[in-house]
């Protein structure tokens, strides 16, 4: 069965990486669209657009246990290629 996914806005402070936002009410609002759509559906996690892991990628994987216990944490790592 196919799983869905959405981006949640985020930024990062360019002279502090410490400083950083996670749009919440974007999220919310999001999940609970997804909610209405389909109730059984779960969080099971979320994503960065890598290429690697950074060290606020803990803290954001703490605010996801507020969705699910366990949250599954993936990195893409997404690359243009020339043809």
């Known amino acids: ?6 981006a949640v806005p985020f930024e990062e402070d360019q002279k502090n990486n410490k400083i950083w936002f996670v749009d919440h009410n974007f999220h919310e609002k999001m999940f609970a669209m997804f909610r209405k759509v ?4 779960r969080v099971v996690g ?6 690697k892991i950074r060290t606020n ?6 605010l996801f246990r ?5 949250p599954v944490f993936c990195v893409i790592e997404a690359r243009t290629t020339e043809l």
Do not use: H, Q
Request: hydrophobic share 20%; glycine share 4%.
């Open 38 to 41: 389909n109730a059984s559906e």
């Open 66 to 70: 507020k969705y699910c216990k366990d």
């Open 46 to 51: 979320w994503y960065s657009s890598g290429p």
């Open 57 to 62: 990628d803990i803290d954001i994987n703490e």
């Open 1 to 6: 069965r196919l799983k869905k996914c959405f």
